[in-house]
């Protein structure tokens, strides 16, 4: 499987993939430089201003891309625990593996890819997202339609991150998963 990924993501990279191969495929524009945007993709402190409370990048090929959207789970559930920096292009292209989230747990235990590509438009970027790498049976649909409403949701918190010029507040976030976690422990 991980060579299919990873042959799948060779082939996305230069601008082939087999037809009919799944992908969910995303464009913005974000009003920002592409260095900016880069930025923001590529560090920590640039994850954890639009995507998640906490984050641990190291954006180079077999780099940590760990996300963590529940700070407080057991480690392999936080979100994107043990993702891996697949590619860079710095400010063009950076790729990296993903998982599906707990509750899907047949699907998590594989990995998809993500594609991100940065393209200056004037004085503003465009983000392209392309995500591949999705099995067809058993959790894959219920992933797949998942991260269809997931992606558009975080592409939209990078926009506001740069329209706004306000990093994420994660405090309410935080503390209502201390007070799920509290009443998970209770029982």
């Known amino acids: 499987m991980l060579k299919e990924v990873l042959l799948s993501t060779a082939l996305a990279v230069t601008g082939v993939t087999h037809a009919g191969e799944p992908a969910i495929e995303i464009s913005v524009l974000v009003k920002a ?3 900016a945007v880069w ?12 995507f998640a409370p906490e984050a641990e990048i190291d954006a180079r090929p077999d780099g940590a891309f760990h996300v963590h959207m529940d700070p407080y789970a057991r480690p392999g559930l936080k979100g994107a625990d043990t993702m891996q920096v697949l590619a860079v292009e710095p400010e063009q292209l950076l790729s990296f593996t993903w998982n599906a989230p707990p509750h899907l747990a047949q699907a998590r235990e594989q990995r998809t890819v993500v594609i991100l590509r940065f393209a200056p438009e004037g004085e503003t970027t465009r983000l392209t997202l ?12 219920k992933a797949k339609a998942y991260f269809e409403k997931a ?9 506001s991150r740069f329209e706004s ?16 976690h509290a009443k998970d422990a209770a029982k």
């Open 165 to 180: 010029g306000q990093a994420q507040d994660w405090t309410s976030w935080r503390t209502q998963l201390q007070q799920m």
């Open 39 to 50: 930025e923001a993709w590529t560090s920590s402190q640039g994850i954890t201003s639009f």
């Open 151 to 159: 992606w558009p949701y975080v592409l939209k918190n990078l926009q």
């Open 33 to 35: 430089p592409v260095s």
């Open 130 to 141: 392309t995500h591949l790498g999705w099995g067809s049976t058993g959790e894959w649909p």
